[in-house]
């Protein structure tokens, strides 16, 4: 399963101690993990919120909007899917990129993107 070798690398990266000076990996593996493209992006699911037609979910009353999460994501203020894990996210991600035609190495840093969003750091 390709997504938990993602996860592993994910995992890796997160725990590394900050600042990280005992790191051994050769300079400028950090600026191959940018998986983030410019612009914000849903804290939850990661798309870009300038594709969100809605222009972004809704907070409590229901007409503010968020400028963190999308609206398939976040709505009057609560996930709209609570129990969505980052794995759900990731395995959605891949298959909506993969679609798309995005070439392997992209999808890569944008899945392993998914574990800084907000939604999903500790
Ligand atoms: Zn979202």
């Given at each position: 399963m390709i997504i938990m070798r993602y996860k592993a690398v994910g995992c890796l990266y997160l725990r590394?101690?900050?600042?990280?000076?005992?790191?051994?990996?050769?300079?400028g593996a950090e600026a191959n993990m940018q998986p983030i493209p410019p612009g914000p992006v849903c804290q939850s699911c990661g798309i870009s919120m300038s594709r969100d037609q809605n222009g972004g979910g809704t907070e409590m009353d229901g007409t503010t909007r968020s400028i963190e999460y999308c609206s398939s994501c976040y709505r009057n203020g609560m996930f709209t899917e609570p129990d969505l894990t980052v794995d759900d996210v990731i395995s959605r991600a891949q298959a909506r990129l993969q679609a798309a035609g995005v070439p392997e190495p992209v999808i890569e840093r944008n899945l392993m993107g998914m574990y800084r969003l907000d939604r999903w750091k500790d």
């Open positions: 590394r101690p900050d600042p990280p000076n005992r790191d051994k990996s050769p300079a």
